[in-house]
């Protein structure tokens, strides 16, 4: 009867249901997180997943970081170490188990490493120590190579080891230093400093082998790379392995993955070089060889056609011989076209002799000038005629005539003619013009008459 009756309970989940809901949710909620705490419980099994617990003073959490993230990673973990994390929440629903997914692990100083670097590195691209327009030409063929890295690493084994394999003649510089701990840095400036002093070395390997961004952290530091920038020897940066990048990579003139990498650019390889040099040898003899028989077959044209010197220096007499003829030949018709021309020219000179157009000009000369003279008689004869003619008839019209005459001109005081004795009066001074001469005279009387009276 019970069975029958309907069931009012809330539908209960299962175990694989809730945890399946509770994975979902953890996921949804957190894409991705760091986390920073102290490694414990670290385990590898042959599948070569790491698992292990992070923990702080109050909790702790589990951590799952599998082959295909862990495999990077160079260094490690260890029991007790602080660790940071990059990985995603989730659930191990099989155990209930909450976990996270690691991604990624570092040492929990890496951050402020990291932010140091990112720091640095801004700074120095600002200021242009970065710019290829800056950065100077490695040489193809160095005379001289200087390493600036420690004497007892594995950095300068595989660079000896390189240049004794490629170019075993280039003679090579160590210039010792620490390259790693605190008095890295200092050690590393100087040692740029004294290479730069010796003057030997055309270029400048400076660097170390692989270690922890820790360890190759004095090639980060600002005092090692503006010592790289300002060296004058042209640089190469060879720090870790190729994964790691470090401020030096960026200001040296070159950058190489590693130390032997380094080596390998900077030298030339001298079996390459053998193989060129044997094969441009082969070019050479070859082409001497084509060249020597073209050149014969040359000279042998040349021979046939090289023509006895005696039998051209009869040639050519014989030509000058006929040339000259032709020269005397040409020089006596010259001579007589020259003769004939001037007899031509004596005659049409006769003909137009100055002597009779001068006696002809002489002539007509003549005849003009008994015309002028004539001509001019006449005219004077003319013109004194008419001159005393005009005298008569000025001396009958002259005043001087009437004044002689007995006749006078009279004038008053301002040298007005007196035409009428009505304009003096008595007492005025009036002057007389005379045939010879003038008189002043007083006006004592004056009588008028009229027009028609004496």
Not at 38 to 61: A, M, N, T, V
Not at 162 to 187: E, F, S
Not at 224 to 230: E, G, K, N, P, T
Not at 429 to 444: F, P, W
Request: contains cysteine; glycine residues 8%; proline residues 4%.
């Amino acid at each position: 009867m019970t069975s029958s009756l309907q069931d009012t309970r809330p539908r209960a989940l299962s175990v694989s249901e809730l945890n399946h809901q509770a994975r979902h949710l953890l996921e949804s909620s957190f894409m991705q997180v760091w986390v920073e705490g102290e490694l414990s419980g670290f385990s590898r099994p042959s599948s070569g997943h790491w698992y292990f617990s992070l923990k702080d003073r109050k909790c702790q959490i589990r951590c799952a970081m599998f082959r295909g993230m862990n495999q990077h990673i160079r260094t490690l973990p260890k029991e007790g170490d602080q660790v940071r994390i990059r990985g995603k929440v989730t659930l191990y629903e099989n155990r209930g188990d909450f976990q996270i997914i690691v991604e990624h692990i570092e040492p929990a100083g890496l951050g402020e490493l990291q932010q140091a670097f990112d720091a640095l590195k801004r700074k120095l691209l600002a200021e242009g120590l970065f710019d290829n327009a800056r950065k100077k030409t490695i040489p193809s063929l160095p005379g001289h190579i200087g390493v600036v890295t420690s004497p007892t690493g594995a950095a300068i084994h595989d660079i000896l080891t390189v240049l004794a394999r490629r170019c075993p003649a280039i003679p090579v510089t160590l210039y010792p230093t620490a390259v790693q701990g605190k008095a890295a840095t200092a050690d590393i400036v100087r040692a740029i400093e004294r290479a730069q002093a010796h003057g030997a070395a055309d270029v400048l390997i400076i660097g170390r082998g692989g270690g922890s961004l820790e360890d190759l952290w004095c090639f980060n530091e600002e005092a090692v790379a503006r010592a790289i920038a300002a060296c004058k020897i042209p640089t190469v940066s060879a720090v870790g392995h190729e994964v790691d990048v470090t401020i030096a990579d960026f200001v040296a003139d070159l950058r190489a993955p590693t130390p032997s990498a380094a080596a390998e650019k900077i030298s030339p390889d001298q079996s390459a070089w053998l193989k060129q040099l044997r094969e441009r040898e082969l070019r050479l003899f070859s082409a001497a060889g084509v060249a020597l028989k073209r050149f014969g077959t040359q000279l042998g044209h040349l021979t046939a056609r090289l023509r006895d010197p005696r039998r051209e220096l009869l040639e050519k007499n014989q030509r000058l011989d006929e040339l000259e003829l032709r020269l005397e030949k040409a020089i006596r018709q010259r001579l007589s076209t020259v003769s004939v021309r001037g007899d031509h020219l004596e005659q049409r000179l006769a003909m137009q002799s100055p002597q009779r157009r001068l006696s002809q000009s002489r002539d007509m000369v003549a005849r003009t000038s008994e015309r002028l003279v004539a001509a001019m008689q006449r005219g004077l004869s003319y013109r004194q005629e008419k001159l005393e003619h005009a005298a008569q008839s000025l001396n009958i019209m002259s005043p001087l005539a009437t004044l002689g005459r007995g006749y006078a001109i009279v004038k008053d005081g301002n040298g007005n003619i007196i035409r009428e004795a009505a304009r003096v009066s008595p007492g005025e001074t009036v002057s007389a013009r005379v045939a010879r001469g003038e008189v002043t005279a007083r006006v004592t009387s004056v009588k008028s008459t009229d027009e028609s009276g004496p």
